[in-house]
């Protein structure tokens, strides 16, 4: 009954280390300056909604501190979004929708301040699903995106450097 127990317990243990994703990244701690995102998309606020959601991830989740001006950061990062589409996927009685599926797609380019080289610009492109709620507006919906992007973003930065 022991080793019953014992074994049990190892399989557990191995299954929960597979569910936790530990990301280590050779990318240096530094500083970044983040330039507004340019948009090419009919969505005109989204380069702003993405510009505070990144300033939001990169404080809770990367090894760089974002600062305001350009001549004191490590790293510079900019970038555009290039596209945004936006698709019902099911819809109510009257036609309501009732779920989205938006594609975003993004390029960025991270450069280390006072290198010569250019550093080549990554692509990015996501879906993300949303079930909006009752009163949600296209605004908050958006909103649930540029975090979302941003947290791609600066996921990929780390894994790529």
Same mark, same amino acid.
């Given at each position: 009954?022991? /080793?019953?127990?014992?074994?049990?317990?190892?399989?557990?243990?191995? +299954?929960?280390?597979?569910?936790? /994703?530990?990301?280590?990244?050779?990318?240096?701690?530094?500083?970044? !300056?983040?330039?507004?995102?340019?948009?090419?998309?009919?969505?005109?606020?989204?380069?702003?909604?993405?510009?505070?959601?990144?300033?939001?991830?990169?404080?809770?989740?990367?090894?760089? /501190? /974002?600062?305001? *001006?350009?001549?004191?950061?490590?790293?510079?990062?900019?970038?555009?979004?290039?596209?945004?589409?936006?698709?019902?996927?099911?819809?109510?009685?009257?036609?309501?929708?009732?779920?989205?599926?938006?594609?975003?797609?993004?390029?960025?380019?991270?450069?280390?301040?006072?290198?010569?080289?250019?550093?080549?610009?990554?692509?990015?492109?996501?879906?993300?699903?949303?079930?909006? +709620?009752?009163?949600?507006?296209?605004?908050?919906?958006? *909103?649930?995106?540029?975090? !979302?992007?941003?947290?791609?973003?600066?996921?990929?930065?780390?894994?790529?450097?």
């Amino acid at each position: 009954m022991m /080793r019953v127990a014992s074994l049990i317990v190892f399989v557990l243990s191995l +299954s929960f280390a597979g569910c936790y /994703r530990v990301s280590l990244s050779d990318l240096p701690s530094g500083t970044v !300056y983040v330039k507004t995102f340019s948009n090419e998309t009919f969505y005109r606020e989204f380069d702003e909604l993405l510009n505070t959601a990144l300033a939001e991830v990169l404080s809770r989740r990367s090894r760089l /501190r /974002r600062v305001s *001006d350009e001549q004191a950061a490590d790293y510079v990062l900019s970038g555009g979004i290039t596209s945004i589409v936006k698709r019902v996927l099911r819809t109510g009685e009257s036609d309501t929708p009732l779920e989205y599926s938006f594609s975003c797609t993004l390029e960025y380019r991270l450069v280390r301040r006072g290198e010569t080289k250019d550093a080549s610009r990554r692509k990015i492109d996501r879906s993300h699903r949303d079930v909006p +709620s009752l009163n949600e507006t296209q605004a908050s919906t958006l *909103d649930q995106l540029a975090v !979302y992007m941003a947290e791609e973003l600066v996921r990929d930065m780390q894994n790529s450097w």
